[in-house]
């Protein structure tokens, strides 16, 4: 079936310096979500991406979708505190309803 | 608040009590969904609901049992419950489209502890 993996599982960083988490997907996809997960809570969706090579970003954060639609990345310019948690990617299921969820990078920060 | 709401936040069952979880929409979706996640796993969907029909159930054991009364609530029935069950049960809604984006709304989640 259908897999979506993420490097690194976890990420320390000093307060300040870049983050960037890879995602990559055994299939081609449709398109691709990132989530954002804080500590205690749960998923929050972040963007999506669905034209091939497209790039978007939200302020810090810049989000990449492959040539061939099969990897991702999230790179977060100056981390700061507030950016702790985790980041998931998911994909469409191919013909199912619902998503495959990568198992995420888990950013801590060190101040 | 993303729209999304679980009942109960935490909860602690021995393993042969029966418990149900719930979760309401209030967004105006067309697709329920639940998953679970534990420490070592990602989150894995465990049901589906798709204008209030089950439209799969991704290989979960029977002692979890799934109910739509309605588009915008989802109840999740445990019984007989392992302590490997113990985790994070979330639900989510989404607007399912042709183009099937399908972008994901959770809920606080259940932390389940099965003793």
């Known amino acids: 079936g259908q897999q979506v993996m993420q490097i690194p599982q976890y990420q320390h960083v000093q307060e300040g310096e870049d983050f960037t988490t890879y995602c990559n997907s055994s299939t081609t996809l449709s398109n691709i979500q990132w989530y954002k997960q804080r500590p205690g809570g749960h998923p929050v969706f972040l963007i999506q991406?669905?034209?091939?090579?497209e790039v978007k970003k939200q302020k810090r954060l810049t989000f990449q979708f492959g040539e061939a639609k099969k990897n991702s990345s999230l790179h977060i310019t100056a981390t700061q505190t507030t950016d702790v948690g985790t980041y998931f990617c998911a994909g469409p299921r191919g013909g199912a309803d619902g998503l495959t969820f990568g198992k995420g990078t888990h950013l801590i920060i060190q101040p | 608040e993303t729209g999304v709401t679980q009942t109960p936040r935490h909860l602690v069952m021995g393993m042969t009590n029966k418990k149900s979880l719930k979760c309401e929409q209030h967004l105006g979706h067309n697709a329920m969904y639940w998953y679970k996640q534990s420490a070592k796993k990602p989150l894995e969907l465990m049901f589906v609901?798709?204008?209030?029909?089950?439209?799969e159930n991704n290989s979960v054991p029977s002692r979890f049992s799934p109910e739509c009364p309605n588009s915008s609530h989802l109840f999740l029935h445990l019984h007989t419950l392992q302590p490997e069950d113990s985790a994070l049960y979330l639900c989510a809604s989404s607007h399912l489209q042709s183009s099937g984006t399908d972008t994901q709304y959770f809920g606080p989640g259940t932390r389940l502890t099965v003793l």
């Open positions: 991406l669905v034209k091939s090579g």
């Open positions: 609901y798709s204008l209030e029909e089950r439209v």
